[in-house]
């Protein structure tokens, strides 16, 4: 069963989320197969809370984000948020749902349209979704984004290769606010941003949830930046959720084989000394994944059952939820 939402009342409900892409050979271009990239992920996230996602390159955080605003069509699974099932939504009734959720991508410079102005790229979903808003309506809404993700009002005629990547990220945050969403997801809003400039991004975030009771879905791979934005932490393997947990539970205790290997990667200014754990080999294919537990292959604790039986995620005592046999 998928681990509740920490706050009272769930916007965002996930259930058996899976996101399977065929795989065509051959002249006739067949189906040969398929890549589970996102298989039977279930999850919650309050309303005003952050969940982070986290994971090696290819764990299916990115795709995982996508589906649950519906940018992919689900393969299966049920997608709720604010009590409205989207997951089967098409057309005009997904259209009409788009303002509530929005995505700040990982890019700033691929996502922004170098030939436009910055105010023209703000306003664009207010073009689209806020028809009956005039002209100036729409530019007084323009000229408030910029002040709100803290940028001069006045550089709404600016070109968005005339800023900075911190800067054209801001930009990108303040076109996902122009609708007013409820949900965000972030896909790894500061990978591409030096580091000195990640910090601002992420304090802006935190700081629009507060003024705006946004909720966050905050892909990354970027442990430490998690800990610090996130309430609860979710964390993925080829395509699995293998252990969902408090911030401060996953951190101090991690009970799932990959998460302590993960966090023994981390960089700590502690006193207490962490034994680093190295993982064999390479991560499977998520074309041809192991049979039973996924991590079986990496995992320095598995054992025979592990290569039988899938292992159910469940809920331990403390409330965190663990796909691992032997995890107690």
Known sequence: MPLDAAKTE??????????????????????????????????????????????????????????VIRLYKPTAGSIFIDGKDISKTEGDALRRLRPSMQMIFQD????????????????????????????????????????????????????????????????????????????????????????????????????????????????????????HIADRVAVMYLGKLVELASRDALYESPRHPYTKALLSAVPTVEKRSVERIILQGDVPSPANPPSGCVFRTRCPVAEARCAAEVPAFRKLADGRGVACHFAA
């Open 10 to 67: 769930t916007l965002v409900s996930v259930r058996g989320l899976s996101m399977h892409f065929p795989i065509y050979a051959g002249i006739f271009r067949r189906q040969v197969g398929v890549i589970k990239a996102v298989d039977d992920v279930s999850f919650d996230i309050g309303r005003g809370e952050t969940l982070g996602v986290v994971g090696e390159s290819g764990c299916g955080k990115s795709t995982t984000g996508r589906a």
């Open 108 to 227: 700033p410079q691929a996502c922004l349209n170098p030939r436009m102005t910055v105010g023209s790229i703000i306003a664009e979903p207010l073009d689209e979704h806020r028809r009956e808003m005039s002209r100036a309506e729409r530019q007084e809404k323009v000229r408030a984004l910029l002040d709100q993700v803290g940028m001069n009002p006045d550089f709404a005629n600016r070109y968005p290769h005339e800023f900075s990547g911190g800067q054209r990220q801001r930009i990108g945050i303040a076109r996902a606010l122009a609708l007013d969403p409820k949900f965000i997801v972030c896909d790894e809003p500061i990978a591409a941003l030096d580091v000195s400039i990640q910090a601002q991004v992420v304090n802006l975030l935190e700081d629009l949830q507060d003024r705006l009771g946004l909720t966050y879905l905050f892909i990354s791979h970027d442990l430490s930046m998690v800990r």
